[in-house]
Nanobody
Framework: QVQLVESGGGLVQPGGSLRLSCVAS????????MTWYRQASGKERELVAR????????NYADSVKGRFTISRDNAKATVYLQMNSLKPEDTAVYYC???????WGQGTQVTVSS
């Protein structure tokens, strides 16, 4: 059974940073492209970043390019999202997902506010 557990969210001031983590289980993590999505209140879920397996190529939404960095540790079956220069419009619940499978974790809330 695929399981994804996100953590690392919280309340941060504009311009601040957070690092999200997602621990995966139930599949061979290193073989699969991993993604981070977010969903703001009243809006559709959107793709934020992707890290492609096995070559590690990364893709980002235009709104986060240059501020967010996705990475992975295959030994720990964990994908990360380093978020810098946070803006109020980054406020959302953040989810990780293995691109291949239709399963979601519970998400982690990120709130950017002064």
């Amino acid at each position: 059974q695929v399981q994804l557990v996100e953590s690392g969210g919280g309340l941060v001031q504009p311009g601040g940073s957070l690092r999200l983590s997602c621990v995966a289980s139930g599949f061979t993590f290193s073989r699969y492209t991993m993604t981070w999505y977010r969903q703001a209140s009243g809006k559709e879920r959107e793709l934020v970043a992707r890290i492609i397996s096995p070559d590690g190529t990364t893709n980002y939404a235009d709104s986060v390019k240059g501020r967010f960095t996705i990475s992975r540790d295959n030994a720990k079956a964990t994908v990360y999202l380093q978020m810098n220069s946070l803006k109020p419009e980054d406020t959302a619940v953040y989810y990780c997902k293995a691109q291949r499978f239709p399963y979601w974790g519970q998400g982690t809330q990120v709130t950017v506010s002064s």
